[in-house]
């Protein structure tokens, strides 16, 4: 960590606001940035990003950084990303699950209501191709 990072977050953690100000303009575009590359979502970027700010904030005494306050950054937000959309993966498998099982009790398809293709997609986080697929089963299994 070098001398200006030291500085900033001693400020940081005595609660100077002018030091809080300065992480937030110095690197929230870049942290924004790294954001959407992982969830291609400016809304969810944004939201990712800001709440690391509060984060930052909010836990200032206790902030225990060793390295420099960018590489810290920039880890934090990256894995603020992955955990995201590894929630937002579970999330759309069981509201899919759910849909495909209502369909199924009200007589809409017959037969296997969770194809291998659909879950591929679903993996791949390609949810246009899984709709896709998935009108083209509803129309192959249609009463």
């Not at 690197?27 to 969810?44: I, R, T």
């Not at 037969?111 to 899984?130: D, L, S, T």
Request: glycine content about 2%; aromatic content about 14%.
């Amino acid at each position: 960590m070098n001398e200006q990072d030291r500085t900033i977050l001693y400020q940081l953690r005595r609660g100077d606001e002018k030091a809080y100000l300065y992480l937030f303009t110095h690197y929230y575009v870049s942290l924004y940035k790294a954001a959407l590359l992982y969830v291609e979502n400016s809304f969810v970027a944004e939201n990712l990003v800001a709440d690391l700010m509060l984060y930052l904030w909010q836990q200032r005494d206790s902030l225990d950084i060793h390295t420099s306050l960018r590489a810290y950054l920039f880890t934090a937000i990256r894995r603020r990303s992955i955990n995201y959309l590894q929630e937002a993966q579970v999330t759309h498998e069981a509201t899919l699950s759910e849909h495909l099982n209502e369909l199924k009790r009200a007589g809409l398809i017959q037969g296997e209501i969770n194809p291998p293709y659909i879950k591929y997609c679903i993996n791949c986080n390609n949810w246009e191709e899984a709709k896709r697929l998935m009108g083209d089963f509803f129309k192959r299994e249609i009463v």
